[in-house]
């Protein structure tokens, strides 16, 4: 098959699929990243013309920002495929693709699957990318309108090399979900980052006091630019209608929080919270709900979303213990990249949150310190 963007998500794809033992071609914009995928293995045909390439393979697999997926689809309506080709792609988000390709691939004996794994990270590009990166992760695919059984079961025998769990969804249903779970969590993200940002001159320690919270909760404003601007545009509805929902509940919040003294008095909240009779109880229940659902979430497993390489370490408070624990990792040739006290407890115990540059650190260090007696644990 042919990958067409060999960044995060079509690089990790191609090494998944060529250690699957399928014969993988790619392309991309930027000539350097085909020969880049090739030294790393990840595939075996450089491809440096979209256009002639793609007459020469069953399947076609496109992977960049969701915009230039139309813009390549675009430029499909008058190549040359081959009959009974299979077109897929990556994009985050899928009516607006599943309807284009419809329209463009009409009657012309080509189909289209669209695809969206649910798996990633903030980190862009070709040298992030993996073989494992989908490996347990969901794996959305949206036939198009009038898509033959095998053109779709060929798309699950060509992904099965990713080990992701295929399922198959309306693209509307797709982009309503991913909309919340997805969408508005980073547009949230990077919204708590601008206050933060701009209020940068009023004091020195918005910056230095940010702590594990804040930086859990704005980890993925880190992402893409380009990417995220395309997701958003593409399913602009819906994130705009999150949005208003979001700005309610939050007016709710506030109006109840300024109110609190004469709470009762008819406010009107939305959800399983609607009716709770005074302030304590509402504030109990709106946080006791939403960490039990939080908690109730899937463990994170390998080689689904482990962007970060994080690992927690629990030491003695005592002096000389984060010393004695970064020196084994040194004697065992374990780089850190990051290291923060992250939480103390009341009793005399600290949590370290320790980073790996890459998956093998993380792992070696797990083992290292496990075998060293430490107590340790990857993040949920
Ligand atoms: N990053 C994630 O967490 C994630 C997860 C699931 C899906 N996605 C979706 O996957 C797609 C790719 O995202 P990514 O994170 O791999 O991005 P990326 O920036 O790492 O890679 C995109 C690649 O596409 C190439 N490209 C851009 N325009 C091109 C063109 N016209 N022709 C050929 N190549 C071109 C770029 O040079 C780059 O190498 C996006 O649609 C995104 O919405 C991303
Ligand atoms: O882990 C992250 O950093 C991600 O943002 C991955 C994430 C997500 O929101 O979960 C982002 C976009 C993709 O379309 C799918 C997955």
Known sequence: MLIVGLGLIGG??????????WEVGGTDAVPGRIR?????????????????????YDVIVLATPVRTIRTLLESLRTARLRPGAVITDVG??????????????????????GGHPMA?????????????????AYYV????????????????????????KLVTMDPDVHDRVVGLISHLPHVVAAILVHMVLERRNESDWYYYLAAG????????????????????????EVVAAYLEEIARRAETLARLLRNAD?????????GDLEGTADVEEFLYRFFSEASRYRRALPE??????HPLFELYARIADRPGEIGRLTTLLGEHGINLTNLEIFELREDVWGILRLAFRNESDLLRAHEVLQEAGYDVEFPR
């Open 262 to 270: 004469d709470f009762g008095q008819g406010e009107n909240f939305e």
């Open 120 to 136: 990633g990270s903030h980190k862009a590009g070709l040298e992030a990318a993996h073989a494992d990166l989908f490996e347990n």
């Open 12 to 21: 990790s794809l191609a090494a998944a699929l060529t250690r699957g033992g």
């Open 36 to 56: 880049r995928a090739r030294e790393l293995g990840f595939i075996s045909r450089e491809e440096p013309d979209f256009l002639r390439a793609v007459s020469a």
């Open 141 to 164: 695919l949206c036939p198009a309108a009038g898509t033959p059984e095998g053109a779709l079961a060929l798309v699950r025998e060509v992904l099965a090399p990713t080990r992701a």
């Open 300 to 305: 994170k497993r390998r080689g689904a979303i």
């Open 213 to 236: 919270g804040f930086k859990d909760l704005t980890r993925i404003a880190e992402g893409d630019p380009a990417m995220w601007r395309d997701i958003l545009l593409e399913n602009r």
């Open 92 to 113: 985050s988000t899928k009516a607006g693709i599943v309807r284009l390709a419809e329209e463009v691939f009409r009657d012309r004996g080509v189909y289209f699957v």
